[in-house]
């Protein structure tokens, strides 16, 4: 009976976790995120159509991540399913995560004074499942919901196919465990620290004898491996063939893609820069500080709960210790696993990037482990009442500030990006040549199958003598069809004058490449309009513009003019490499030059042609900072140093 009734629990769990999951992904409005807009939708195109020798740098450098993620989402849309009906089907599958969360709450139970308490099953397991990121991403197209679910999938497969007391343990459940961790690592590759951390934590574990360990790590091993082959192998190959590099353009200082400057991309915004910082890093986490440990500011009261939980066990343990009091009895394999899993994943997590998308899977479990840690120094009455003023806490600050858990949202439409273009676009190839941080790469499905699609300016533009531009001037030189600049609406909504027209605005960086804007007006592109508003942020638009040949004159006094910029630049990249490491991407736009680097998006310099030098910070408070000016055909700084 008691097995019954834990199942019973189990599918209620479920069904409460798919049910407030498809509630709050209707009710949020069709997701509009900047990176499903850039990257997302492109990347699901691209797994049914190989556009890696078409297009170049057509959704940006995280365009050519694997598309296993998205795919599923530009399936359903391709076949008529309406959006809202694609994103509750995802939200379905991230509930998974709620899911198994339950299941690893009661592994972490198994053999405490806990155990059958379902008191505690459910409070430990809601302080998991009120972590704000997971209700900020459900439903959404983000990778990092859905391999969430496989990773705490893996976990609890492989803690419960470990030896016990009562069975030998299960090599096939252990395999199909480590096989959702490859596939995991194949869908998104910043899930590799979890992978290692889940085979790091299955090394510590000790076993009944040394054959059955080495028998576990090898199955474990091999089956994670086959698994991520099998299902990242084609898309390597894909981008090995075509560029030189399996992972293209990822870690590209070591695998040198001609194709690509020889970088590798960095995502360290949120590490904490130095000890003071980490220890601070959960108190903050409770507070509204924005770009904390995600982009979007919202609280997180359960790190700083398990910190203290942790140190308090810790300061118990050491005076048990102390006085001979310690406790004999070894954890169980499986809750030593995932208490392992849990604290080299969070090592590895902030030391490589303490974003919390990237860390959904720890955030989560974070809730009964901290439950689990309370229960060693605390009676389980007071436990639950800890745990239920945290749960009651978060969700009443989750309600509150509602909306500020998505990115952008508009009123449901009968399909994802479905723009108003004329019917020309296709039935015949063209070129197009997207300018904004938001590519115009949601064009691709839309147009002609044979048209090509280049990202001129995005978060990383490539430089006019830079690894990738043959590849651009190939597109240029060559085209398909007619050539179309593709440039963001937004840029005329700056307070700059001259980019109120995109043509004073980007006609001098056109000229670099030897194009021209053709006398044909230019067209707004918008998305079929729909009934309600718009939240948290506007719709995408595009301004379409015709491009000619340019003379190459203009050509010529153009580039002579950005090679003389750049010789006034390198004196400075050399002195500050961390502020302009590896490589920079310059960007010319009316009366002033724009430089961006590789070793962060944060940031743009800003070199006006009256001779100011600013930065321009691309993320909260968006300040602009007076760094010096441009004199005599040098960078002087007002303050010594590149701080």
Request: aromatic share 12%.
């Amino acid at each position: 009976m008691q097995g019954l009734d834990s199942r019973r629990l189990t599918a209620l769990v479920a069904l409460v976790g798919a049910a407030l999951s498809v509630w709050r992904t209707t009710g949020s409005g069709q997701d509009l995120n900047f990176d499903l807009i850039t990257y997302h939708f492109y990347s699901g195109f691209s797994a049914f159509s190989d556009r890696a020798g078409l297009d170049y740098m057509a959704a940006g450098a995280a365009g050519y991540q694997s598309p296993l993620p998205y795919a599923l989402l530009y399936f359903l849309d391709s076949a008529g399913v309406p959006p809202i009906v694609n994103a509750a089907l995802h939200a379905c599958l991230h509930a998974l995560s709620l899911l198994f969360l339950f299941l690893l709450t009661k592994v972490l139970l198994r053999g405490t004074a806990a155990e059958n308490s379902r008191a505690a099953w459910i409070g430990f397991w809601l302080l998991g499942a009120v972590a704000p990121i997971y209700w900020q991403l459900v439903g959404t197209s983000f990778a990092d919901a859905l391999t969430a679910a496989l990773l705490l999938a893996a976990l609890w497969l492989t803690a419960e196919a470990l030896p016990a007391e009562d069975r030998p343990g299960s090599l096939r459940m252990l395999a199909l465990g480590a096989g959702l961790a490859g596939l995991a690592l194949a869908a998104r590759v910043h899930n590799a620290i979890f992978a290692v951390a889940l085979y790091s934590a299955l090394l510590l574990v000790r076993f009944p004898d040394r054959r059955t360990y080495f028998r576990f790590v090898a199955v474990f091993a091999a089956a994670s491996a086959a698994a991520w082959l099998v299902c990242f192998g084609p898309w390597a190959w894909r981008m090995l063939r075509e560029f030189g590099s399996p992972v293209f353009p990822l870690f590209n200082a070591l695998f040198r893609s001609p194709d690509y400057p020889g970088v590798n991309l960095h995502l360290v915004g949120f590490v904490p820069q130095n000890l003071g910082d980490l220890l601070l890093l959960p108190l903050r986490m409770a507070t509204y500080q924005e770009w904390r440990f995600g982009e979007k500011p919202f609280a997180d009261v359960r790190p700083a709960l398990l910190v203290l939980s942790a140190a308090a066990c810790l300061l118990a343990l050491i005076y048990r210790k102390a006085t001979g009091k310690a406790e004999a009895k070894e954890p169980s394999r499986a809750r030593g696993l995932v208490l392992l899993f849990f604290l080299i994943g969070a090592l590895l997590w902030l030391v490589t990037s303490a974003n919390s998308r990237y860390g959904l899977a720890l955030l989560l479990l974070a809730g009964p482990v901290c439950g689990v840690l309370l229960h060693r120094i605390v009676p389980l009455r007071y436990v639950l009442l800890i745990v239920g003023a945290a749960v009651l806490w978060q969700a009443w600050e989750q309600q509150r500030y509602f909306t500020q858990y998505r990115w952008a949202s508009g009123p449901w439409s009968a399909r994802y990006f479905d723009w108003e273009t004329p019917a020309v676009l296709a039935s015949e190839p063209a070129v197009y040549l997207g300018f904004g941080y938001k590519t115009a790469s949601t064009l691709a499905p839309r147009v002609h199958p044979g048209s090509r699609h280049v990202a001129l300016v995005a978060h990383y533009s490539i430089g006019l003598d830079h690894p990738g531009a043959r590849r651009v001037r190939q597109v240029i030189d060559a085209p398909v069809g007619k050539i179309y600049g593709a440039f963001d609406y937004y840029y005329t909504q700056q307070s700059d004058p001259a980019a109120k027209s995109i043509k004073t605005y980007f006609a001098e960086h056109l000229r670099l490449w030897g194009l021209d804007f053709a006398d044909a007006a230019c067209s707004p592109v918008r998305l079929k309009p729909v009934a309600g508003a718009f939240r948290g942020g506007q719709p995408p638009q595009l301004i379409l513009c015709e491009l000619r040949g340019a003379a190459a004159s203009d050509q010529e006094a153009m580039q002579v003019k950005y090679r003389q910029f750049e010789k006034t630049l390198a004196p400075l990249a050399a002195a500050c490499p961390r502020i302009l490491g590896g490589a920079v991407s310059i960007v010319r736009v009316h009366g002033q030059w724009q430089v961006t680097s590789f070793a962060s998006a944060e940031y743009r310099l800003e070199f006006d042609d009256d001779g100011a030098f600013n930065l321009q910070l691309l993320r909260p408070p968006y300040s602009t900072i007076p760094l010096g000016k441009v004199a005599g055909g040098a960078i002087v700084l007002r303050r010594p140093g590149c701080l």
